[in-house]
């Protein structure tokens, strides 16, 4: 089992280099409990862990992590049950009170792929990741009307970038952000990280693009 190994291993390197280091840290997020400050929104994929590339501390970011780093629609009514990234942005925001929420997009998404190949009439395997994939459904003609030419690996990239899009319009529809945004006590970004590149980009809303932030 050499990933339980190498993790094992891991945590002790941890224990006696990091933790050692950063003990008054463990002790203060303890005492005092978290109070992150930003929340974020990223795929699930073992490519793109918010904390590794970012380099954050604990106590920094309030990870929300899931299939494509999508955001679902406000779902209200009686439907309250297991809607996972619901309950954690709820938690996010109105109990720890964060003044930032990232929706944290990557390049060769296997969930976003999975989005674009149902639009193009392909069937996609599961019972749970079709019918998940599907919120960002509408990125697909979002990309080809802002990128008509686009194809095969350009257009899946493009509706990468306009799934984040999806998503930042999908939490403006849950009410206690909605407000906060509005009442300019939280602010909400979209980022793209190309894994392939390392580089990170910025939604920019004036010029509908995404801006590099860090080469
Ligand atoms: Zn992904």
Redesign the pocket.
């Known amino acids: 089992m050499p990933i339980i190994n190498k993790l094992t291993t891991g945590f002790a390197h941890f224990r006696d280099k990091y933790f050692s280091e950063h003990q008054e840290l463990y002790r203060r997020l303890v005492r005092e409990g978290q109070k992150p400050t930003i929340c974020m929104i990223a ?3 073992s490519r ?1 862990d918010p904390a590794i590339v970012l380099q954050a501390d604990p106590g920094d970011i309030f990870a929300i992590r899931n ?3 999508m955001v679902p629609p406000y779902l209200s009514g009686q439907d309250v049950t297991y809607h996972g990234t619901s309950a954690a942005l709820e938690f996010a925001v109105q109990y720890l009170g964060v003044k930032y929420i990232v929706v944290f997009g ?1 390049a ?5 792929k999975a989005m674009v190949n149902g639009q193009e009439g392909q069937a996609v395997a599961g019972h749970f990741v079709p019918a998940w994939t599907s919120i960002a459904d509408k990125a697909y003609a979002m990309a080809r009307a802002k990128n008509p030419t686009a194809q095969g690996e350009e257009l899946i990239h493009c509706c990468e970038r306009q799934a984040v899009l999806v998503s930042l319009e999908n939490l403006m529809t849950f009410p206690f952000i909605k407000d906060k945004v509005e009442a300019g006590t939280l602010h909400i970004h979209g980022w793209y990280l190309d894994i392939a590149e390392g580089k990170l980009a910025q939604y920019d809303p004036a010029t509908d693009t995404f801006v590099t932030m860090a080469a």
């Open positions: 795929c699930a994929d793109v299939v494509a780093n990557h060769h998404c296997a969930g976003v």
